[in-house]
């Protein structure tokens, strides 16, 4: 770590790339390396999963070297607080003493009472502590939230239900050709079936980045068919692409 810490240093002495970052220009490879590490635990592939936390390492390192920069917290900053608070978050453990064997939902409850605590006076809306991140989580989040206090369908046949109200008012918006309304509702349409989602048990997330998994794996199998018989994918017609795809839902269950 003390060597990784120091090349990071020499970095920003010496390479013009490194020197021109600042913590606003490398949120979006944070973001990245954490959907590499995603993508390379689903495959199973030990030696890619290090590599990738090796470059999501990078960006914490890469962070905390710039404000370290600005005077405000350096790399064993970060390591001391996230420290202090898993053990102040897991009194069931460093205090086990005091409390009696708990179930993994008894720790959930436990976790997000002490979290409360912590954000005592810092959030104006229960919402206002959703992390930042991708849309979809974010609206899973939201929703998950606003169900702590009853605001939610009583089942999922409740939230179909209203995706298929929004559904229906995205028709409407596309009828009348109107592009800020057709947005809007697209949106809607998008928390919704994000909300039934969530009413089933299932992260949308996930259930979204397997499906991807799923298409480009099928997209290769035709791209793969159509090399295999010497043709141009781009002059494949759509007939002969949907029949591929049908045969690669056959072959790659």
């Not at 999963?49 to 970060?78: I, T």
């Amino acid at each position: 770590m003390d060597q990784l810490l120091a090349v990071m240093r020499e970095l920003r002495e010496k390479c013009p790339w490194d020197q021109q970052q600042t913590p606003q220009s490398l949120t979006r490879y944070a973001i990245e390396e954490a959907y590499e590490v995603e993508a390379a635990v689903r495959q199973g592939k030990p030696e890619e999963v290090r590599d990738e936390l090796g470059d999501l390492l990078l960006q914490v390192v890469f962070q905390a070297q710039m404000y370290s920069e600005q005077g405000a917290f350096d790399f064993n900053d970060v390591v001391n607080a996230i420290t202090e608070k898993l053990i102040r978050r897991h009194p069931h453990v460093f205090q086990a003493e005091q409390y009696s064997q708990l179930s993994a939902e008894d720790v959930s409850i436990l976790w997000q009472k002490i979290k409360q605590q912590e954000k005592q006076g810092k959030a104006q809306s229960r919402l206002d502590e959703i992390k930042h991140g991708p849309a979809i989580q974010q609206a899973h989040e939201i929703q998950k939230n606003a169900a702590k206090i009853g605001f939610d369908f009583a089942d999922v046949a409740g939230a179909y239900g209203k995706l298929n109200e929004e559904l229906a008012e995205l028709q409407q918006a596309m009828q009348k050709q109107n592009s800020d309304e057709i947005c809007d509702e697209f949106g809607d349409c998008l928390f919704s079936l994000i909300n039934v989602g969530r009413k089933l048990g299932l992260s949308s997330e996930m259930a979204l980045l397997s499906t991807i998994h799923k298409f480009k794996t099928r997209f290769a199998f035709i791209e793969d068919q159509a090399q295999q018989q010497h043709k141009n994918i781009e002059a494949l017609s759509l007939e002969e692409m949907d029949l591929l795809w049908e045969q690669a839902k056959k072959q790659l269950k």
